[in-house]
Structure formats: structure tokens, C-alpha cells
């Protein structure tokens, strides 16, 4: 739906005028390209309620639709460049980023490469987005963007570094003379940066995600001794993929960045061959910059594993608002995906087969899908319900192949004041955790999940259920209290549980505090006769992954009685070991060899 505010004749007139460009803005990318017509604002009030406060034009990935405030394009004095405005948001879509996958991803890079400075990741990814469009645009198809930085350097008056970078790797760009868009004095260090960023958008033209960590290492020396709230607030009036992901799904694979190492473009083959970036520009980038780029504090290293609230800071920058638990929930499902095992199953002596046996009465208490029509039609040509409806009876015979039943999980994760806040600090526990659950559900398994703590300090599902978000909302929780493992779920779990119901195996990921298990339950049970009972119910066994300080403790008493009982433990000597243990459990006890014990 066309919003279509206009009111004075003055705004007619302009309007008519931006949409008259809108097709041809279309057509200088793809003749293919459809997006929906641009939401038009024309007052504060519309601008605050589509997010266009600070800047007079943005782009939206839920709708694929762009943002324009002819309002503050009017007080820009940017009328007259409906096709060049329009052309560059249009490239936001169909170019860099092109979707939130790609967004997200470059973000993540940039966080890398701006340690203590993350907070302006998206600034500089935007920043490098702008590069890349800008000069397709100018070199292609000759458009007029020098004059519209032109325009906002005369309204703003930036004289920050980065932004005197930023310009005048412009000049360079399209061969400007110097001055006419950087207003800022560059030492020759700092002209050889503004040198090697021209290089990168020409040589990262068609791979824009892959120059985003080289840029943000480039840029970084200009950030960080800068007041960054003061640096954005500066750069907001052309931030037009802020909150670009609002109103989306979390796309899968944000963290899928590969493995690789931020270079400064100094650094960069790529960008200098084989020599010097002197060699190329006549200039020598900062050494400051070469230095940052090659510490150990750009990038990390390979595979780097990042730290639940960096995942949460990229949702944030996108636009994508929730909670540190819901966002906990998020991160570790994308981490565990990859690492995902056939869970274990159990075979029966024969498969049971459906057996219709006859009819009987439908009553309006039934499930309604349970109604056979055609027989009901047949009682009586008008069915009254409960009268003349009907449904069928079935039973079942024996198969001639074997039936593979699901092992049903309970899990039990210790979070204790040792176990780190999952939503801050990356937790092999949680991940682990979150692998064995998502391939027990994908054998079609119930899950009961359970945090324990101290005494009366847990956090389980209600039963054994099939729900992935309940399931790892449990497990990304936090309780950081005492130690003490909680024998009464055990008991409510088992007690009462029959024989025909499927068998469940029961895990427990702890460290040496899981010898609370032999205390006595609140109502005086013994821990350890609790355990045996519901091992024997359980019918599925029982294992304990033990993160152990001491190697004395798999021979203490404890430890042996447990094992008499039938519970299989494995130490691990870091919580990093874990992971692999997750791996390897389907074939512990059920698949084709067992796992090593240690």
C-alpha cells in the first residue's frame, strides 16, 4: 500500500517527481529488479514511526522496502537527486548487503577486527557498503554522488579522521582533486590508508563480504581513540541499514563466517602483491594500523569461537530485538547444528502394525478428525452427532520387520557457581548439552531437560516433551547457587513410571559435586537407593560425564558404589572435551562400539 502524505503543493510536486525516477533507479541495477515502492514520510511524526529520525533514508529486509524522508531530504537540499538517492538503496538490496544472512555475517567479520570498539561494527560495515555502491553507481552509470556529499559536507562539517578517510578515499576513487570532499588535513600515513581503501573497492568490487575484515582493521586506528557515541551520532544521518533486520526471523548461519584471519589491506596480497603498499600509492600506510592489523587482538585466530553477547550485539545492530535468554537460545541452537548425532535407538522384537477392527459411536467428546464421514453418511444421509456419527476401531498385529523405538533423553546439567552464565560466557556445557538434545529430538525422542544447583535451586520442562525452544531455554538458563543434585526429580520422574512407556537414558553433565547425589531426598529417601530405582525403570541406562580436578575421584568410594549401580562414568579434563564426548555418545552403549571409558 502506497503512503502517500503529501500535502502542499510543493510536496506533490516532489513527490511526483521521486516516483517518476523510480522505475529507472530500478532498471540501472537489473531491468529484473522488483522491489515494493518506497514508503514516503513527509513529518517528524511519520519519520519517528518508520525509524527515520536521524537518517533521511533507510532500508527494511521483512517487507523489502525502502525508507525516504522527503522531509529532511528537502532540508539537505537533495531534491534534485531522486536517482542517485533511490539507486543507492535499491543497491543495498540487490548488491551489499543484499539480505540479513549477508549482513549478519559481515558483522560478525567486523566485529573481529574492532576489539574494545565493537559497539561501531555496523558504522563501518555500512561505511564499506557505501564504497562499493557509490562507485558502481558513478564509474557505470555516471551519477552525481560527489555532489551529494558535497552538499552534506557543507551541512555537517565533519572533521573527524575517519570521515577525512572516508572522503578522500572518494577522491581517489573518481579522480577529484583533493580538498573538494575531504575538508580534513591526512598525514602522508593517513593518505596512504585513504590510497589502499580506494584499492580495496576495486579489488573486493564483486566479493564485498570477504574485504569487510581488511576495512574495519583499516579503519580501526581512526575509531578507537575517538568518542565512539559521538563518532556514530555524527555518521546517523546516512546510517540507512540501521535496524535494517527489524521485524525478521534470526537467519541460520550469522556465525558461518569460515575460518580466516583479519588482515590489514596492507597485509593483503590482494591488495599489494607481493610488495609494499608503498610501491603502489607512493605513500606508506600508518604503521600504527600495520601494527593492530597483525596483533593478536585483530581477528584471533582461525575458527575463533564468539562469546554469546557478541552474537547478541550483531542481532542488536540488525534490528533484531529480544532478550539475552531468548538470544542465548538463538546461539547455541546455530552452534550445535553442525555438530549434530544419530541418537540412539532401541529395536523390539517385531513392529506393530495398524488393525482396523470395526466401527463404533463417534460422541462430540472425540477428536473431531476421528469421524468417519462416509460410514456416518451411510448410518443416515443427515448425521447427527452422537447419534449416527461413527469412527473407527482400531488394533494392532505384528510386522514381519523389526520396530526401532526412540531412546527417550533426561538430561540433567549442572549450574552451579563453578558452571559459567551461559548468556555471557561461551559454555561447552550448554553446547554439549544442546547437541545430545537436538539429536535426540531429531529420532523423534522426548527430551526432559533439568539445571540444577543447590538445594531447591532447578529449572526443568514439564516432563519429557518434544519442544526444542522449551528444551534449550532450560539449558541457557542460569542459577549459580550451591551444589546439589536434585534426587527428587529423579524420584517423580521414575516412581510412578510403567513398563510399557518407552525407555529413557539418563545423562548427567557435572563435575566432582554430583557425589551430592548419595545425600538424602526432603523426604528422607536415601539418594543412592533413589538412583538404582530409576535406573532399573529407566531401562535405558545411565551415564555420567564428569569434568574432574582429581583422577583419585573415579576410584573414591562414591564413584565405585555408582558404578555398582550400573552407572557408566566418563572424566573429561575441560569442559571443551565435552564437545567431542556429545559426539561420540550415540555409540557409548547402544551404537556399534562403545565410546572409551576413562
Not at 484 to 499: D, V
Amino acid at each position: 500500500m502506497r503512503t502517500r502524505e503529501a500535502k502542499t503543493a510543493t510536496e506533490v510536486e516532489l513527490l511526483e517527481a521521486w516516483l517518476a525516477s523510480w522505475p529507472e533507479a530500478l532498471a540501472i541495477w537489473s531491468p529484473y529488479t522488483r522491489l515494493n515502492e518506497p514508503k514516503w514520510s513527509f513529518s517528524a511524526a511519520q519519520e519517528k514511526q518508520d525509524g527515520l529520525e536521524q537518517s533521511f533514508a533507510a532500508i527494511r529486509i521483512n517487507d523489502h522496502r525502502i525508507l525516504i524522508s522527503l522531509r529532511q531530504i528537502q532540508e539537505c537540499g537533495l531534491q534534485d537527486y531522486s536517482l542517485e538517492i533511490l539507486a543507492h538503496e535499491i543497491g543495498h538490496h540487490v548488491f551489499c548487503p543484499g539480505n540479513l544472512l549477508e549482513a549478519g555475517r559481515a558483522l560478525t567479520i567486523a566485529h573481529r577486527a574492532l576489539p574494545t570498539v565493537e559497539a561501531s561494527a555496523a558504522m563501518v560495515v555500512n561505511l564499506w557498503e557505501d564504497l562499493l555502491i557509490n562507485d558502481r553507481l558513478v564509474r557505470v552509470h555516471d551519477q552525481r554522488h560527489a555532489e551529494i556529499y558535497e552538499r552534506l559536507n557543507r551541512r555537517t562539517r565533519s572533521s573527524t579522521k575517519l570521515w577525512g578517510l572516508y572522503m578522500r578515499a572518494y577522491e581517489i576513487l573518481w579522480g577529484l582533486e583533493p580538498g573538494r570532499l575531504c575538508r580534513v588535513e591526512l598525514k602522508n600515513s593517513e593518505e596512504g590508508d585513504a590510497h589502499l581503501a580506494a584499492r580495496m573497492v576495486r579489488v573486493y568490487g564483486k566479493d564485498w563480504l570477504d574485504g569487510v575484515g581488511g576495512f574495519a582493521a583499516l579503519c580501526f586506528p581512526y575509531i578507537k581513540g575517538e568518542d565512539q557515541e559521538a563518532l556514530r551520532k555524527e555518521y546517523r544521518a546516512l546510517f540507512d541499514t540501521n535496524n535494517m533486520g527489524e521485524g525478521c526471523e534470526v537467519p541460520l548461519g550469522i556465525l558461518e563466517v569460515g575460518d580466516f584471519e583479519v588482515r590489514h589491506p596492507s597485509c593483503d596480497p590482494r591488495i599489494v602483491g607481493r610488495g609494499s603498499a608503498s610501491e603502489d600509492t607512493d605513500q606508506e600506510p600508518s604503521s600504527e594500523t600495520q601494527e593492530s592489523a597483525t596483533s593478536d587482538s585483530i581477528g584471533g585466530g582461525p575458527g575463533q569461537t564468539h562469546e554469546p553477547f557478541v552474537f547478541g550485539q550483531v542481532l542488536e545492530a540488525l534490528g533484531l530485538k529480544m532478550d539475552s535468554h531468548d538470544m542465548a537460545v538463538k546461539f547455541y541452537r546455530e552452534k550445535a547444528l553442525p555438530h549434530l548425532i544419530r541418537f540412539p535407538t532401541q529395536e523390539t522384537e517385531e513392529s506393530q502394525e495398524p488393525l482396523m477392527e470395526g466401527l463404533e459411536p463417534w460422541d462430540v467428546g472425540h477428536p473431531m478428525d476421528e469421524v468417519d464421514w462416509m460410514q456416518s453418511v451411510m448410518v443416515s444421509p443427515r448425521p447427527i452427532p452422537g447419534m449416527t456419527t461413527v469412527r473407527r476401531s482400531w488394533g494392532v498385529m505384528g510386522g514381519q520387520e523389526r520396530d526401532r523405538v526412540p531412546l527417550d533423553l533426561d538430561l540433567y546439567v549442572d549450574c552451579s557457581g563453578s558452571i559459567p552464565n551461559p548468556q555471557r560466557t561461551f559454555s561447552y556445557l550448554t553446547l554439549a548439552g544442546a547437541i545430545v538434545v537436538l539429536s535426540a529430538l531429531r529420532t523423534g525422542a522426548r527430551v526432559q531437560a533439568t539445571l540444577w544447583s543447590g538445594r531447591g535451586q532447578f529449572d526443568t520442562t514439564a516432563g519429557f516433551v518434544s519442544d526444542e525452544t522449551a528444551l534449550l531455554r532450560v539449558l541457557t538458563g542460569y542459577l549459580g547457587g550451591g551444589t546439589s543434585f536434585p534426587n527428587h526429580i529423579l524420584r517423580k520422574t521414575y516412581r510412578e513410571r510403567e513398563e510399557v512407556e518407552r525407555p529413557v537414558h539418563i545423562l548427567i553433565l557435572s563435575d566432582e559435586g554430583i557425589n551430592t547425589m548419595e545425600s538424602d531426598d526432603e523426604l528422607g529417601n536415601p539418594g543412592l537407593t533413589i538412583s538404582k530405582m530409576a535406573l532399573d525403570k529407566a531401562r535405558g541406562g545411565g551415564t555420567m560425564v564428569l569434568n574432574l580436578y582429581r583422577e583419585s575421584f573415579l576410584r573414591c568410594p562414591f564413584a565405585k558404589r555408582v558404578q555398582e549401580l550400573g552407572w557408566e562414568m566418563f572424566a573429561v579434563k575441560d569442559w571443551s572435551d565435552l564437545l567431542a564426548f556429545s559426539r561420540e555418545f550415540s555409540r557409548m552403549k547402544y551404537g556399534r562400539g562403545k565410546a572409551r571409558q576413562s
